[in-house]
């Protein structure tokens, strides 16, 4: 015979269990890296100066980072909402809270609705109104044209680049309540090196993604090299954006020849996908994106420290 718990265990239990549903629904390290990108373009803005010990620039960080979670927690758990019933269709997704009966849709809601509106109105009153809509602007193309167009048309891919190369451009926004043209080449980076990063992923997880019906590839069929070409025009514009990015002043020469042997890098690895067109090639393409970004990132608030 089963020993019952008591009643303030089993709810404690449930709590914790219900904590970590809440978690799912933010997607933290997904969420994370995007969230760090918009902290680089904060930094990199020409009037912020960094200094260790500045208390008060750690507390606009941490305030940016809060707020950029916040928002983009919501679009994640409203993509889950939109997608519950794909998501019930794919081994990697079909155990979220949602597919998995866990969580009523109406709960979820509630919440994407606080976390979202909440991070773009700390966003505008501890920063600027622009930096908040820019966010806002975001959550809303995220949620409601890149989610739902993903059954629809391959041009999801084009419209989710938006939204996920916003955050640098927020971060610089939020630093000088200005679009201008060094925000705009980080949203230009970030915006190009998504393409090959999201076909890679598409290519590897086609199976799960062709059985909930959504279509990431810029081709119908898996075998075609059109993907391996695409990626390479895409991320063989990053290359020239390091001297760009050097010519902005948004890195030091040593900054401007690790972004550059980064994007060939990352360029190299797409030439091997068209090439073989296999699985290995195509997660190569995957972990070279992987491995970009932070790259990228990290050369250019480095060399201004």
């Known amino acids: 015979m089963l020993r019952q718990e008591p009643l303030d265990t089993r709810w404690h239990i449930s709590a914790l269990a219900r904590v970590r549903d809440y978690n799912q629904l933010l997607k933290p390290n997904l969420s994370g890296m995007v969230v760090f990108s918009s902290v680089i373009g904060y930094l990199m803005a020409p009037n912020v100066h960094f200094v260790w010990n500045d208390m008060a620039l750690w507390r606009q960080i941490i305030t940016l980072f809060a707020g950029g979670m916040l928002v ?10 939109l997608e519950r019933e794909s998501d019930a269709l794919m081994k990697r997704t079909r155990m979220r809270p949602m ?21 773009a109105l700390l966003l505008s009153y501890y920063f600027n109104v622009q930096a908040g809509l820019l966010s806002l602007f975001s959550l809303l193309l ?33 630093a000088t309540n200005s679009i201008s043209a060094g925000g705009i080449l980080l949203f230009s980076v970030q915006f190009f090196w998504q393409f090959p990063h999201f076909w ?20 119908r069929e898996k075998e075609s090299k059109f993907t391996g ?20 002043g948004l890195t030091g020469t040593i900054g401007m020849w690790l972004c550059m042997l980064s994007g060939i890098m990352y360029f190299a ?22 491995i970009y970004l932070p790259v990228v990132l990290l050369a250019m608030v480095i060399d201004k420290l």
């Open 99 to 119: 597919p998995d009966g866990r969580m009523h849709h109406y709960e979820a809601w509630v919440f994407a609705i606080l976390t979202g509106l909440s991070g």
């Open 269 to 290: 690895a797409s030439v091997v996908f068209y090439m073989k067109n296999d699985y290995k090639s195509a997660r190569r393409v995957m972990f070279a994106s992987f």
């Open 200 to 219: 890679a992923i598409a290519w590897v997880a086609f199976d799960d993604y062709n059985n909930a019906g959504i279509r990431m590839l810029p081709t």
């Open 229 to 248: 070409i695409q990626c390479m025009l895409y991320s063989v514009v990053l290359i020239p954006m390091a001297a760009a990015l050097h010519a902005m």
């Open 142 to 174: 995220y949620a409601f044209a890149y989610t739902p167009m993903k059954k629809v048309h391959p041009v999801a891919v084009l419209i989710g680049a938006i939204p996920g190369a916003l955050p640098p451009l927020i971060g610089w926004v939020a």
């Open 72 to 81: 983009t927690g919501g679009a994640n758990t409203i993509n889950q909402i």
